[in-house]
């Protein structure tokens, strides 16, 4: 079963707007990643969070956690076409050496 | 993508037959990953390896099987493909510590007939 629950499963913007794609998950966890898959392609790491930070930045990524809700936001400021992707997010708990991905947002940005 | 690679990266076989996808790192990193991919269930753990000849089950082991007899290799084996096991199968490579991150290989897409 999936840990993480992305939504909305699917997302379409202009060029130049902000998205954000939310994340549920159901378990404690050590820390919670994001990824990006282009169509046809695997998947590729965006940013990693860690349990005990609240908010983290990446050029124009922004990745806030909230444990005691057990979510996650991910936050694509000023967004271009080639943003154009599925995002999924992935928890890892503190036992496991294994990540648990959730089903994805497909994210579509109009030029 | 990150030395990995995968093949084949397309394959169409019959119910019934063995399948083996070979997964091949240039990176030495000691876990490997098999995923599949289908739509509406995101990516799904198969099975993972922690160093050679060390395996585990993930969350969809049944009907498959793995090997590692090498730190860059990783096969997976579909021991009697199944129509249910058409689907997108990726492998991952990661280094050790809770910190990591996943690198992924480009996918083999498997159809069973």
């Known amino acids: 079963s999936q840990q993480g629950e992305e939504d909305p499963q699917a997302l379409s913007i202009q060029e130049g707007e902000n998205a954000t794609m939310n994340c549920s998950y159901k378990?404690?966890?050590?820390?919670l990643q994001w990824y990006r898959q282009n169509s046809g392609r695997g998947l590729v790491h965006l940013i990693l969070?860690?349990?005990?930070?609240r908010e983290k930045h990446s050029g124009r990524l922004r990745v806030t956690l909230d444990t005691s809700k057990k979510s996650s936001s991910l936050l694509i400021t000023a967004s271009r076409a080639a943003d154009t992707a599925s995002y999924f997010c992935?928890?890892?708990?503190?036992?496991?050496?294994?990540?648990?991905f959730g089903g994805g947002t497909r994210l579509m940005v109009k030029p | 993508d990150a030395g990995i690679t995968q093949s084949p990266r397309h394959k169409v076989t019959e119910t019934g037959t063995p399948v083996t996808l070979r997964c091949h790192q240039t990176?030495?990193?000691?876990?490997m990953y098999w995923y599949r991919q289908d739509p509406g269930h995101g990516l799904r753990l198969i099975h993972y390896?922690?160093?050679?000849?060390?395996?585990d089950k993930g969350e969809v082991s049944d009907g498959y099987s793995v090997s590692r007899s090498k730190t860059e290799d990783f096969l997976l084996t579909l021991e009697s493909a199944t129509s249910s096991q058409t689907s997108v199968y990726f492998c991952?490579?990661?280094?050790?510590?809770?910190?990591?991150?996943?690198?992924f290989g480009p996918g083999t897409r498997l159809t069973v007939t």
């Open positions: 992935a928890t890892r708990d503190n036992a496991g050496n294994m990540l648990t």
């Open positions: 378990t404690s966890i050590n820390n």
């Open positions: 969070i860690r349990s005990n930070e």
């Open positions: 990176e030495n990193h000691r876990y």
């Open positions: 390896s922690y160093g050679v000849k060390d395996t």
């Open positions: 991952a490579i990661s280094g050790r510590g809770q910190d990591y991150e996943q690198y």
